[in-house]
């Protein structure tokens, strides 16, 4: 009778729920991932469209051989802190094109983990613009990140129905420019309109009083014939002062 002795390695395979992560668009970001054990530690960073290559570490040091282009120079690991089970990624300059879904794979002696991370990117909202000319009020606002709604609204509020209309163009940075155009109606002149753009991680606001407005076309006449009137009379008097030189030379 023969005995025969097998021995196996058995090698486990840990996943993590997703982390949500947001990223400002041009900014430096951080990717967390961690690991307990490092011990003869090797990490890998994908994109998992494509199984794009991020970053790779093993033998102690970063390997770039098979990084992708479009993250070269722009990836690095907290190094002083790997020892401590600190994997996480730092991106830099993050741009649109790098939203999507991140795996973050350690492999050690003792076996292999897979953490993902889910990537946004948010170009917020940083200025509003509204003006008026003569019926018609315009807002816009440029290089937004997601796709930005634009809303009008009075205050107080009003029953009258608001008609505008906007466009929200794409650009090649795949950045959006957003524009609206509202009519106002001439009757109505007690009424602040505001103009809203928001996503679904910020919002701004602008307001413009119309009542401040066409009372300054109002008045505006007044103050200008008032002014006419100050320089006429401060004209009239300088007259006069030469007349009264003139005639004192005189009479020497």
Same mark, same amino acid.
């Given at each position: ?5 097998? %021995? #196996?390695?058995? %090698? $486990?395979?840990? !996943?993590? &729920? ?11 970001? !951080? ?43 722009? @990836? ?9 089970? &600190? ?7 993050? =741009? ?6 991140? =795996? ?11 953490? #993902?991370?889910?990537?946004?990117? &948010? ?13 018609? !009020? %315009? ?13 009008? @609204? ?9 008609? $505008?209309?906007? @466009? ?10 957003? &524009?609206?155009?509202? !009519? ?45 009137? #100050? ?22």
């Amino acid at each position: 009778h023969r005995t025969e002795t097998y %021995t #196996f390695f058995l %090698t $486990y395979l840990h !996943m993590d &729920n997703d982390t949500e992560v947001s990223c400002v668009l041009m900014q430096k970001c !951080m990717l967390p991932c961690s690991s307990q054990d490092v011990t003869q530690i090797i990490i890998y960073w994908f994109k998992t469209s494509g199984d794009i290559h991020v970053h790779s570490f093993y033998d102690n040091k970063d390997q770039h051989g098979y990084q992708d282009q479009r993250f070269r120079d722009r @990836t690095s690991l907290f190094k002083d802190q790997i020892s401590k089970g &600190n994997v996480s990624l730092q991106l830099a300059g993050v =741009k649109v094109q790098d939203e999507g879904r991140y =795996k973050c794979h350690i492999s050690t002696l003792h076996g292999n983990r897979d953490s #993902f991370i889910n990537l946004n990117v &948010n170009a917020p909202v940083q200025k509003v613009n509204i003006q008026q000319t003569g019926n018609q !009020m %315009t807002c816009n606002s440029e290089g937004i990140y997601p796709k930005p709604n634009l809303t009008w @609204t009075t205050s107080p509020p009003s029953n009258m129905s608001l008609q $505008y209309k906007t @466009t929200a163009q794409e650009t090649q940075q795949l950045l959006y420019n957003i &524009n609206s155009s509202l !009519m106002v109606s001439e009757r109505v002149k007690d009424l602040d309109y505001s103009c809203t753009i928001s996503t679904h991680r910020n919002r701004k606001r602008a307001t413009l009083s119309r009542w401040n407005l066409l009372s300054y076309l109002c008045v505006l006449p007044s103050l200008l014939c008032c002014l006419f009137c #100050f320089f006429v009379v401060c004209y009239i008097k300088n007259l006069d002062k030469c007349h009264v030189i003139v005639d004192k030379s005189l009479q020497v």
